[in-house]
């Protein structure tokens, strides 16, 4: 069993930027791939980037690359999302995901994920 929780999510004007946190706890943390996804309001829940429990692979939903970056940090047990050039169409609901480990998958879809956490908000203004 894994907890998530996250946090640093905000009101933020478009272009600026934030770093939102997942601390985890629980089972060992290196051994999972983990991942951000977003829901906006009326919206499905869509995948944003996810990072290997290697901590050297990374994938990005095209519309974020060069702009976010997922990193993780094993000894605090805590993934990372750095988001810059912040536009108002992300504005969303920002959860982080757990999935234990399999070689050469990084998975990209939320039923892939089995460990949740409750959301940190995002708000974009223009």
């Known amino acids: 069993q894994v907890q998530l929780v996250e946090s640093g999510g905000e009101l933020v004007q478009a272009g600026g930027s934030l770093r939102l946190s997942c601390a985890a706890s629980?089972?060992?943390?290196?051994?999972?791939?983990m991942a951000w996804f977003r829901q906006a309001p009326g919206k499905e829940r869509e995948f944003v980037a996810v990072l290997s429990w290697t901590g050297r692979s990374t994938y990005y939903t095209d519309s974020v690359k060069g702009r976010f970056a997922i990193s993780r940090d094993n000894a605090k047990s805590t993934v990372y999302l750095q988001m810059n050039s912040l536009k108002p169409e992300e504005t969303a609901l920002y959860y982080c995901a757990a999935t234990i480990a399999r070689v050469g998958e990084l998975p990209k879809y939320s039923r892939e994920y089995d460990y949740w956490g409750q959301g940190t908000q995002v708000t974009v203004s223009s």
């Open positions: 629980g089972r060992a943390f290196r051994n999972y791939n």
